[in-house]
C-alpha cells in the first residue's frame, strides 16, 4: 500500500483495479479522500481534469490505504469495494 497522500494533485487521474481495468476516474479530493466516478464519460473526464466536477451520488471514497501506487496519470487500488469495475 501506498504511504502517500491524497491531494488536489490527484484529480483527473484513472483509477485502476488489480486487473488492470480502469474503474473509474478521481473528480475531487477532501481532507486526503479521494472522490472517484465510477462511470464516467467523456464530459465528466475533462470535468475533472480542470477541476470542476464535484461529489455526486455517483462516486465512492478512496483512502489513501486503498492505493497500492500512483504515477502521474493513474491510482492503483487494491481489491476494495466499490472498484469493482461496474
Known sequence: MSTEKLTEDDVGKDVVNT??????????VEDGVAHVDVDPNITDTVKAKLGL????DQTFPLNPGDVSAST???LRVTDISGADGR
Open 19 to 28: 486487473n488492470g481495468a480502469t474503474v473509474g476516474i478521481v473528480v475531487s
Open 72 to 74: 502521474d496519470d493513474e
Open 53 to 56: 466536477n464535484d461529489v455526486s
